[in-house]
């Protein structure tokens, strides 16, 4: 009998050791994307892609402001991730306080970490390459961190137009992945069949 009940501890024991084992693994999640790296447009194929058209349409729903463009017409200006339909442009307005405030509302929600201690977890989960908006980007290869933007095609702040200066938009461009809605964010929400 007693032979029994020692039998009876030793694997009610391995069973809970095995168990707290295995508990971290089990409440990490679904493993997180890297930062995206810089994926520059190659080919021109204007057509939107799946996770584009959602993430657009989630951020418009979700915050507020306007749908804007995706593609981008291939004899329109240099390289541009609109002609991979890799790139979103979600309308608002820098000098409207509503629209600042919606931006930062996005800026803190898709950088937020989450609750496994991953920094920028939506952004990564999304693939985001980077973010253009008011006068600064926020570069995936660089954490996210804001820095000053101005476009190639401006010679000064002052002699650039407010879409260049990415003040009547926030850009949003994707990693291939993320724009055919192939990264975590998007498969957890059936993006693509």
Not at 89 to 114: G, M, Y
Not at 144 to 165: D, G, I, N, Q, V
Not at 172 to 186: A, C, D, H, Q
Request: contains cysteine; charged residues 25%.
């Amino acid at each position: 009998m007693s032979r029994t009940l020692s039998a009876l501890a030793l694997h009610l024991l391995v069973v809970v050791l095995l168990g707290l084992a295995l508990a971290p693994a089990a409440s990490a999640g679904t493993p997180i994307e890297d930062l995206a790296g810089y994926h520059p447009q190659r080919h021109c194929h204007p057509e939107a892609k799946p996770g584009t058209t959602f993430l657009g349409h989630r951020l418009v729903r979700r915050f507020g402001g306007g749908f804007g463009p995706i593609a981008r017409p291939c004899r329109v200006g240099g390289t541009s991730e609109h002609k991979e339909g890799r790139a979103f442009d979600w309308l608002l307005d820098a000098s409207v306080k509503a629209d600042k405030e919606r931006a930062q509302e996005f800026l803190d929600w898709v950088l937020a970490t989450d609750r496994h201690g991953n920094p920028d977890a939506r952004a990564r989960r999304m693939g985001i390459m980077y973010v253009i908006w008011n006068d600064h980007m926020y570069p995936a290869w660089t954490g996210f961190r804001r820095e000053p933007y101005l476009s190639a095609s401006c010679p000064s702040r002052k002699e650039c137009s407010t879409t260049l200066r990415h003040r009547d938009h926030l850009h949003i461009s994707l990693s291939r992945r993320g724009g055919k809605g192939l990264t975590s964010w998007f498969v957890r929400r059936s993006v693509v069949d």
